[in-house]
């Protein structure tokens, strides 16, 4: 006997003005893929993404919001598990082409290079959090060869080289 089929339940609702249902609509027909399955689709894409994110110890969140202006992203970063970490910790800010990331006031700090001998600008996690900007820098962001992937991964990079020693 096959298994059964998991019960479906109706669940995701969205309040979107008539031209964006239109245009919705209008594509899946095109398509010929049925609207709910295709916000089906949408939504486990969105899973697998997120929970691969969840999953991570150092958590990293880049958006624009609406009062920013092209170029200029918020990067927000917080540990899964700020428990590890209950004291501030300093990490290096990725030094990277065409970007620039300043830290909040809160959350700077200075870093030690020893190969330069020099103080770097620096983050500073408190509870586990750190929050900031990123910025294309001298060159439009649709140009900027560092994509923001890559500043992700340069930022997860660097505080975990300094997580690992409070393991």
């Not at 939504?43 to 092209?70: C, H, M, N, W």
């Not at 809160?106 to 929050?131: C, I, N």
Request: net charge negative; glycine share 4%.
């Amino acid at each position: 006997m096959p298994a059964a089929k998991p019960e479906k339940t109706e669940y995701l609702k969205a309040r979107v003005d008539e031209g964006i249902k239109n245009d919705f609509e209008g594509i899946c027909t095109a398509l010929a893929i049925k609207p709910a399955e295709q916000l089906r689709k949408l939504a486990l894409a969105f899973i697998t993404l997120e929970e691969k994110r969840l999953g991570e110890r150092v958590q990293i969140r880049v958006s624009r919001p609406e009062t920013y202006d092209a170029g200029a992203w918020r990067v927000e970063i917080k540990l899964r598990k700020p428990e590890e970490c209950p004291y501030p910790v300093v990490f290096p800010l990725p030094k990277l082409e065409k970007r620039l990331i300043h830290c909040d006031p809160e959350y700077r700090a200075a870093w030690f290079d020893s190969a330069t001998q020099l103080h770097e600008p620096a983050g500073v996690l408190k509870d586990g959090m750190w929050r900031g900007d990123c910025y294309s820098n001298g060159i439009a962001e649709s140009d900027n060869p560092t994509p923001l992937e890559e500043v992700e991964q340069a930022l997860r990079k660097n505080i975990e080289m300094v997580l690992v020693h409070l393991r």
